[in-house]
């Protein structure tokens, strides 16, 4: 609900504040006042484009400030949240517009696109003027209108329908997707076969290329080997000759240090100590020379095995060179190709699974199809007969509504089979037509006032504030009161913000607003003023006879009672 509405410098309005009743809030002024503004300002503050022609003269700027009271999860709270807003006390909205045609929009206090302001408008405010009948204007919105109308009964309808339809809708496009791939599934399920017997076939071990490279290294040095180890051994346990004498061995010659210290090694610690570290020395090059003999008899030139070795890198190679850097990559593949290889494979069971299941839901999705269109056909009945008695009470007792529901054109869709069309019409033996095109602007705007307040009164108001410009046109006397009376039955149900020249319609306002102008006989300028008691028996007095005479103040007391009296039928009762 909008709680305030502050504009500044708008057209003629130099800076005025609305403070919005929860029910029927009513704008009047005399003509050229500004009281389109007031309209205007809102549809700025909604999103709509902005012209900068609307700045008041002399002005940089002209700015409209919206304070709204919605819950944290209302729809216009949720969306305002998601663009950045603080909505944890309340939801303020602001759209400023430069004297260049600049134009920027802040939403509880962050900046955000004017877009965002329009998406958080619609499910803030309908407004309603002969340039803006946008619902009705819309097929979709049409449908929409209808199934808000139907009750729990059609609701529970489109419901069940609606989870038959995403359920089938699903398991269509997985069945769909199956087929179609069929072909790519089959090439894929082949190339992976083929790899997985070449895995097969070679059977790779963890790191075994590792440890073969290791071996092929050995095997293709083994003389080179050879010779240095057993060089190295002799070194250290002699048999190599040195001038036709044996040559000394490491192990000889430490042998010979030690056994120089022998006599002299009790006599000094120190001396001793080195000794000590002379046979340590001995054991560990004795230890060397064990293990280069062991060295020796283990390697041998063998080209058998260097040919085998050489072979099965090659076959891992020819593997890594396809399904991974490594054996142990290879592997990994393996092991995945292996899971997908099934999954593919069982492709034509799962297509198999879902044939009768699609056939099943299509049976299902029609007959609930049938159900909904049967729901909307009788809600129609119902929503065509309490809008053309409606209308009957705004000064078109001639027209009637006929709400057609059809099959539609494309088929099942996520909405059900049927297309809505809202016909009027205007007067007896007229063709009905949809009524976008059969209503003129000031019908149009009854014809919406109309559809508000019966599905206001069904409860299936779905924004919490509706605004009216014009709704009046063309209506006077005891209609013009009946015009009135069925904007407070919508107030009844929701906020109501109208614009009129009609004293009949002013007079059942909770909130009475009027816009005036003043002077300086340089510059006009108006402002919006709220008028209670005397002060809104003189605006209504004015709104008759243009003075605030005995008499007129006379006849708008007649007036107020007499919409008091009216406001107390009761407006259409909800339906269960």
């Given at each position: 609900?909008?709680?305030?509405?502050?504009?500044?410098?708008?057209?003629?309005?130099?800076e005025?504040?609305?403070?919005?009743?929860?029910?029927?809030?009513?704008?009047?002024?005399?003509?050229?006042?500004?009281?389109?503004?007031?309209?205007?300002?809102?549809?700025?503050?909604?999103?709509?484009?902005?012209?900068?022609?609307?700045?008041?003269?002399?002005?940089?700027?002209?700015?409209?400030?919206?304070?709204?009271?919605?819950?944290?999860?209302?729809?216009?709270?949720?969306?305002?949240?998601?663009?950045?807003?603080?909505?944890?006390?309340?939801?303020?909205?602001?759209?400023?517009?430069?004297?260049?045609?600049?134009?920027?929009?802040?939403?509880?206090?962050?900046?955000?696109?004017?877009?965002?302001?329009?998406?958080?408008?619609?499910?803030?405010?309908?407004?309603?003027?002969?340039?803006?009948?946008?619902?009705?204007?819309?097929?979709?919105?049409?449908?929409?209108?209808?199934?808000?109308?139907?009750?729990?009964?059609?609701?529970?309808?489109?419901?069940?329908?609606?989870?038959?339809?995403?359920?089938?809708?699903?398991?269509?496009?997985?069945?769909d997707?199956?087929?179609?791939?069929?072909?790519?599934?089959?090439?894929e399920?082949?190339?992976?076969?083929?790899?997985?017997?070449?895995?097969?076939?070679?059977?790779?071990?963890?790191?075994?290329?590792?440890?073969?490279?290791?071996?092929?290294?050995?095997?293709?040095?083994a003389?080179?080997?050879?010779?240095a180890?057993?060089?190295?051994?002799?070194?250290?346990?002699?048999?190599?000759?040195?001038?036709?004498?044996?040559?000394?061995?490491?192990?000889?010659?430490?042998?010979?240090?030690?056994?120089?210290?022998?006599?002299?090694?009790?006599?000094?610690?120190a001396?001793?100590?080195?000794?000590?570290?002379?046979?340590?020395?001995?054991?560990?090059?004795?230890?060397?020379?064990?293990?280069?003999?062991?060295?020796?008899?283990?390697?041998?030139?063998?080209?058998?095995?260097?040919?085998?070795?050489?072979?099965?890198?090659?076959?891992?190679?020819?593997?890594?060179?396809?399904?991974?850097?490594?054996?142990?990559?290879?592997?990994?593949?393996?092991?995945?190709?292996?899971?997908?290889?099934?999954?593919?494979?069982?492709?034509d069971?799962?297509?198999?699974?879902?044939?009768?299941?699609?056939?099943?839901?299509?049976?299902?999705?029609a007959?609930?199809?049938?159900?909904?269109?049967?729901?909307?056909?009788?809600?129609?009945?119902?929503?065509?007969?309490?809008?053309?008695?409606?209308?009957?009470?705004?000064?078109?007792?001639?027209?009637?509504?006929?709400?057609?529901?059809?099959?539609?054109?494309?088929?099942?869709?996520?909405?059900?089979?049927?297309?809505?069309?809202?016909?009027?019409?205007?007067?007896?033996?007229?063709?009905?037509?949809?009524?976008?095109?059969?209503?003129?602007?000031?019908?149009?705007?009854?014809?919406?006032?109309?559809?508000?307040?019966?599905?206001?009164?069904?409860?299936?108001?779905?924004?919490?504030?509706?605004?009216?410009?014009?709704?009046?046109a063309?209506?006077?006397?005891?209609?013009?009161?009946?015009?009135?009376?069925?904007?407070?039955?919508?107030?009844?149900?929701?906020?109501?913000?109208?614009?009129?020249?009609?004293?009949?319609?002013?007079?059942?306002?909770?909130?009475?607003?009027?816009?005036?102008?003043?002077?300086?006989?340089?510059?006009?300028?108006?402002?919006?003023?709220p008028?209670?008691?005397?002060?809104?028996?003189?605006?209504?007095?004015?709104?008759?006879?243009?003075?605030?005479?005995?008499?007129?103040?006379?006849?708008?007391?007649?007036?107020?009672?007499e919409?008091?009296?009216?406001?107390?039928?009761?407006?259409?009762?909800?339906?269960?």
């Amino acid at each position: 609900m909008l709680q305030e509405l502050r504009i500044q410098r708008l057209g003629v309005i130099d800076e005025a504040v609305l403070d919005l009743h929860a029910g029927l809030n009513v704008v009047t002024g005399e003509t050229g006042a500004g009281k389109t503004m007031v309209v205007t300002g809102l549809g700025l503050l909604l999103g709509a484009r902005a012209d900068a022609g609307l700045v008041r003269s002399g002005a940089a700027t002209a700015v409209v400030e919206g304070v709204v009271d919605v819950a944290p999860d209302h729809p216009a709270a949720v969306r305002a949240a998601e663009a950045g807003a603080d909505v944890s006390d309340g939801l303020v909205l602001v759209r400023s517009l430069s004297a260049e045609g600049r134009s920027r929009a802040h939403v509880g206090g962050r900046t955000a696109p004017v877009g965002v302001l329009a998406e958080i408008g619609e499910h803030l405010v309908a407004v309603h003027g002969q340039a803006d009948q946008w619902r009705l204007r819309q097929s979709d919105q049409h449908r929409a209108m209808l199934d808000q109308f139907g009750g729990d009964t059609l609701r529970a309808a489109l419901s069940a329908y609606t989870e038959v339809f995403e359920t089938h809708d699903s398991a269509t496009r997985e069945l769909d997707q199956l087929r179609s791939q069929a072909r790519d599934r089959a090439q894929e399920a082949e190339l992976l076969e083929h790899g997985l017997d070449q895995l097969e076939q070679v059977d790779p071990q963890p790191g075994e290329d590792a440890d073969l490279r290791v071996e092929d290294e050995r095997l293709g040095h083994a003389e080179g080997l050879r010779g240095a180890a057993a060089a190295a051994h002799d070194h250290l346990a002699g048999s190599q000759e040195y001038a036709g004498e044996p040559a000394p061995s490491a192990m000889d010659t430490l042998a010979a240090a030690r056994q120089a210290l022998a006599g002299e090694v009790d006599h000094d610690p120190a001396l001793r100590e080195l000794d000590r570290r002379l046979a340590e020395v001995g054991y560990l090059v004795a230890d060397l020379a064990t293990d280069l003999s062991a060295y020796l008899s283990d390697i041998e030139v063998d080209p058998a095995r260097m040919a085998w070795v050489q072979q099965r890198r090659a076959d891992l190679t020819a593997l890594t060179r396809r399904y991974g850097e490594t054996v142990d990559d290879v592997l990994e593949w393996g092991r995945l190709a292996a899971q997908r290889l099934d999954a593919l494979l069982s492709s034509d069971s799962r297509i198999a699974e879902l044939e009768p299941r699609v056939a099943q839901l299509e049976a299902e999705l029609a007959a609930r199809a049938l159900t909904l269109t049967d729901a909307r056909t009788l809600a129609a009945a119902e929503l065509a007969e309490a809008v053309t008695l409606e209308l009957s009470h705004l000064a078109m007792g001639q027209a009637s509504v006929e709400v057609r529901v059809s099959p539609r054109a494309a088929g099942l869709g996520k909405n059900g089979g049927d297309d809505v069309e809202i016909l009027l019409a205007a007067n007896p033996g007229s063709p009905a037509r949809t009524v976008a095109k059969a209503a003129s602007g000031g019908e149009l705007s009854r014809v919406m006032l109309a559809l508000e307040v019966v599905t206001g009164a069904a409860g299936a108001v779905d924004v919490p504030t509706f605004v009216f410009d014009e709704v009046d046109a063309g209506v006077g006397g005891a209609a013009a009161l009946d015009v009135g009376a069925r904007l407070a039955a919508l107030a009844q149900h929701a906020q109501v913000v109208v614009v009129t020249h009609l004293p009949q319609v002013a007079a059942y306002a909770d909130r009475h607003l009027v816009v005036r102008k003043a002077s300086d006989g340089h510059i006009t300028s108006s402002g919006v003023h709220p008028v209670e008691g005397e002060d809104r028996l003189r605006e209504l007095a004015r709104m008759m006879a243009g003075v605030d005479s005995e008499a007129a103040l006379d006849h708008a007391r007649e007036l107020v009672a007499e919409a008091a009296s009216r406001r107390a039928v009761a407006a259409p009762g909800p339906r269960h």
